[in-house]
């Protein structure tokens, strides 16, 4: 088995195009945090962003910043700090809940489109995602997008890109839209409610004029007792000033309030990363998307077959779970309950034989899977990068 | 150099009667649109300075009925031009001798909103203003306000991306759709994405929004629909030069600052608007801001109280907060009617080129000699915020020395667009217009990838054919 780690575009031009022409499979790794993410791959060599870890353009007063895939996640929301800036879609770090070490790369945020809590106000990372150059299958280096705000030049590859997993072509760059730091951010906490009440409760807060950025709901098994939680940003006097008018618009639900500082920082982390639902490390854990109306519906007909416990995030419509890893870690039951409300499940932690034996990803009807098989052979076609990860197929 | 179209298949011309025959066995009569009279209506978009007759224009009204007609065009190697309104800038629905105009107009429903999930699902031929009325009672709106909103379509939204005045915050219309039902060359129809967040395999939402009608027809969409802030106040700023206009705008968002919506005017578009929409702007000034800002009242004051003190650093010599709703309707009325009010002292052609915050008074200079050097006027007025710029060129359309003077400057223009950082078009898409500028901003292999993406869902190159991708170049797989 060989690593490659390319220092420069043109270096990884040539690995892919030699790759490509042996038909060598190339598992496209970063900090190779997210190794039990996905299906097992099948691959003979390694092609890593190690070595291209630099920031290759950052423009504070334009809001946007530039980078080599290799550069940690860590290091750029510190330089981002510096100048009272943050990446919109909150990524989340998957290493609590997969206990992996590492340091994650923001080329994985961008080929895994992670999005934390604040994806329901500030969009997904492929919303913030302006531009990116990538090494596709041929060994050519393609760009699409680029570094300003609005660009309707050409097809959209770039959001072809984010969320690819890696199977369509290696990232060189990546260029993000950022956005000021709120001052002040300050959460709302509901306690005891149903799920029912809770979503209904979120529902009518992230429906009402105050901008709320962050709306979660972690039951009573979750421990800690059943929290319903709102979270606000911005100017200070402006956030104080919302929060008085969600309180008193949310009244009838129940009384809201206001937590200290650190303990919202440290739930909205939690939640971000699931790690309430880290231990016990045995279970499997699933993420699932559907309408924020249908997520009680969904996580009560789930838990009417198998044993389960849940949280929202997203105002309902992020359902994270953790079941047993038998009877194929409930495939069966959790996608039969997506199919009747709409949207779908990814199975994000299990051991690697459960992983190789179930759909990952919701399988794609047969349109849409022959459309992805028509993409990944446009951009890939001797179907050399991460092969299976994402799909069998793919 | 005049915009290129290919030269009509004279096979396809000569089936015309067998096509329409065919045709007119699927679909019902009035569907199906043939007369000369009839179809003179969708020969041209709002490029007008180019038209071309249509085979024919079907209007169905089920996406069942676009199946059926799109699987009869595959089958006989018909082109196919979706359209919506034709409001396009970039003559993305300009039709071809050989090809079908397949317009969704028809389909302009509303058929469900959900206001405790925010969302709306729509056909696709509404138009985006009736969308944000149909929610406007629960204090709901749809975010992307292109100028046209009006008369522009859902359809035509997602098939060029577009945005708005308020996209700085709200985002365009990439960022508010979820879902779509898309129908496919070959008549199959497909749902992607739908009420939830974020699908599994890839991005096909994103790429189908912004694809100019090349990848697929669109019949209905789930778009996300948000509540209202509480207030909004629009204001007008008037600076005696653009440079300080636009150097007033850089500062705002570099302090941190990003109102709903930064609106920018220079001296030809104040005179020109003011004269038509009387909307009481000053006259005395070389540039203005319209910057809105919205929340609570204390919200917008505070908000609004750190904008006025960095626009006095830049040297702002007007100051003129809206009331009322009347006086914020009015300062909108004047921004939102510049392009018709241009249109009514010139004939002109409106360039969509964005460029970094950095290079806004740099840009505005340069597109000012440009167009000066082809012994022609221009007229600014974009959305400064993103920057997204419209300088619309003014000449006379029945001139042809003249057009192809305005249509060589409007290229110079987009050429130092992408020179400085920037790209050929931030709202208004390729179309014809800028097909064969592609070469500037992109590598040859950049094209081909772009290409080959394309093929996948048409690979015989038959839906909107002629746009985007320069012509001498077509590749399959
Ligand atoms: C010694 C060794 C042992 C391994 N053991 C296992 C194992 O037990 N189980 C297993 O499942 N896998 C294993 N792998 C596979 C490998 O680590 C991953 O599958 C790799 O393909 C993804 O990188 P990552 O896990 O480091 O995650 P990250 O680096 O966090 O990446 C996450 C995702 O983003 C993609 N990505 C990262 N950077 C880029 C980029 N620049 N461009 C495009 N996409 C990108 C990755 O391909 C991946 O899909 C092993 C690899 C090695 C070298
Ligand atoms: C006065 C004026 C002001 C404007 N202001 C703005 C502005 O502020 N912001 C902005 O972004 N744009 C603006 N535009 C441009 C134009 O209104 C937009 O591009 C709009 O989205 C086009 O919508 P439409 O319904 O008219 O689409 P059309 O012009 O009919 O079509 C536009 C494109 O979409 C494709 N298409 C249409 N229907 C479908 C479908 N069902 N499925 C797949 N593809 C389809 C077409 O093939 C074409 O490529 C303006 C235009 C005018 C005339």
């Known amino acids: 088995m060989t690593r490659h780690n390319p220092t420069s575009e043109a270096d990884a031009c040539a690995i892919v195009a030699e790759a490509a022409a042996q038909r060598t499979p190339l598992a496209i790794q970063g900090g190779g945090t997210k190794r039990a993410f996905g299906r097992p791959p099948q691959f003979e060599s390694t092609l890593s962003s190690s070595l291209m870890t630099k920031v290759t353009l950052y423009e504070p007063a334009e809001f946007v910043i530039s980078t080599e895939p290799g550069a940690s996640l860590s290091g750029i929301v510190r330089l981002l700090a510096e100048h009272r800036q943050e990446l919109a879609f909150e990524p989340l770090d998957y290493r609590p809940l997969l206990g992996s070490d590492g340091e994650p790369t923001i080329g994985a945020v961008a080929a895994m489109n992670l999005s934390g809590p604040r994806r329901i106000a500030g969009g997904a990372a492929r919303d913030s995602s302006l531009g990116v150059r990538f090494v596709n299958g041929r060994g050519e280096a393609i760009k699409s997008g680029g570094r300003v705000m609005k660009n309707v030049t050409g097809l959209d590859l770039v959001k072809l890109m984010i969320g690819a997993h890696g199977t369509l072509g290696f990232l060189t760059e990546v260029t993000f839209k950022v956005v000021p730091s709120a001052q002040r951010v300050a959460t709302l906490c509901l306690v005891g409610l149903s799920d029912r009440t809770a979503i209904a409760t979120l529902s009518a807060a992230l429906g009402s004029p105050y901008d709320v950025s962050g709306a979660a709901h972690l039951p009573a098994k979750i421990g800690g007792g059943a929290r319903t939680l709102i979270r606000v940003e911005g100017f200070p006097d402006s956030v104080e000033y919302r929060l008085g008018e969600l309180r008193s618009l949310l009244k009838a639900f129940g009384t809201a309030e206001v937590l200290a500082d650190g303990t919202g920082k440290d739930l909205w982390v939690a939640i971000r990363d699931a790690t309430v639902l880290a231990e016990p490390r045995d279970k499997a854990i699933w993420r699932i998307s559907t309408a924020p109306t249908k997520g009680p519906d969904v996580a009560a007909l789930i838990a009417r077959t198998i044993d389960a416990r849940w949280f929202f995030d997203w105002g309902g419509g992020l359902i994270w779970l953790a079941c047993s890893t038998a009877s194929a870690a409930g495939a069966a039951t959790i996608r039969a309950a997506i199919r009747q409300a709409g949207g779908h499940a990814t199975l994000v932690r299990a051991p690697e034989d459960v992983r190789a034996a179930v759909d990952v990803f919701d399988p794609p009807v047969k349109a849409i899977a022959r459309l992805q098989t028509g993409l990944k052979a446009s951009l890939d076609p001797a179907g050399i990068f991460n092969p299976g990860r994402m799909f069998p197929e793919l | ?477």
């Open chain 2, 1 to 477: 150099m005049p915009i290129a179209f290919p030269i009509p298949d004279e096979a396809v011309l000569g089936r015309r009667g067998e096509i329409l025959t065919g045709l007119g066995q699927l679909v019902a009569p009035e569907v199906l649109i043939i007369s000369e009279d009839e179809r003179r209506a969708f020969e041209t978009d709002a490029l007008t300075a180019y038209r071309r007759m249509p085979l024919a224009v079907v209007l169905p009204s089920t996406t069942t009925e676009v199946s059926t007609v799109l699987k009869f065009c595959a089958q006989n190697q018909v082109k196919v031009v979706p359209r919506g309104a034709g409001t396009s800038l970039a003559g993305g629905a300009i039709p071809q001798e050989d090809a079908i105009v397949l317009g969704v107009s028809k389909m302009n429903r509303i058929l469900d909103v959900n206001f405790e999930n925010r969302t709306a699902r729509v056909q696709a031929g509404v138009t985006n203003l009736a969308v944000s009325q149909a929610v406007a009672h629960e204090g709901f709106f749809y975010a992307p306000d292109p100028s046209s909103q009006l008369a522009c379509t859902i359809a035509g939204n997602i098939g060029m991306n577009s945005g708005g005045a308020h996209c700085l915050k709200y985002g365009v219309t990439t960022n508010n759709i979820l879902g779509v039902t898309l129908v496919l060359l070959d008549g199959t129809i497909v749902e992607i994405g739908g009420e939830h967040l974020d699908s599994p395999g890839y991005d096909l939402l994103g790429l189908i929004v912004g694809s100019e009608g090349q990848l697929g027809v669109v019949t209905e969409a789930v778009v996300r629909i948000r509540r209202a802030a509480e207030g909004a106040k629009p204001v007008l700023f008037g600076f005696d030069t653009s440079e300080e206009a636009g150097a007033c705008v850089a500062a705002i968002m570099g302090a941190g600052i990003i109102p709903v919506a930064i609106e920018f005017m220079d001296k030809q578009t104040i005179e020109i608007v003011e004269g038509f929409a009387k909307a009481g702007y000053p006259l005395d000034v070389g540039a203005l801001l319209i910057i809105e800002v919205e929340g609570s009242d204390r919200e917008m004051e505070a908000m609004l109280a750190r904008i006025v003190g960095i626009a006095r650093k830049h040297n702002v010599r007007h100051i003129k907060e809206s009331r009322s709703a009347t006086e914020a309707a009015a300062i909108w009325k004047g921004r939102k009617s510049a392009f018709g009010a241009t249109g009514r002292v010139a004939d002109y052609i409106c360039m969509d080129g964005t460029v970094p915050l950095g290079q806004l008074s740099n840009v505005l200079k340069r597109t000012g000699e440009i167009v000066a050097s082809y012994g022609l006027r221009v007229a600014n007025v974009f959305h400064a915020g993103d920057g997204n710029m419209h300088p619309l060129i003014l000449y006379n359309v029945n001139d042809p020395a003249e057009q192809a003077k305005a249509e060589a400057a409007g290229e110079d223009i987009l050429k130092y667009c992408v020179e400085v950082g920037g790209c050929l078009t931030g709202e208004h898409g390729v179309g014809i217009e800028k097909r064969d500028l592609m070469r500037f901003q992109f590598e040859e292999r950049d094209l081909r990838q772009q290409m080959r993406v394309r093929a996948v869902f048409d690979p015989a190159w038959l839906l909107n054919p002629a746009k985007v991708f320069p012509l001498d170049n077509r590749l399959t797989a």
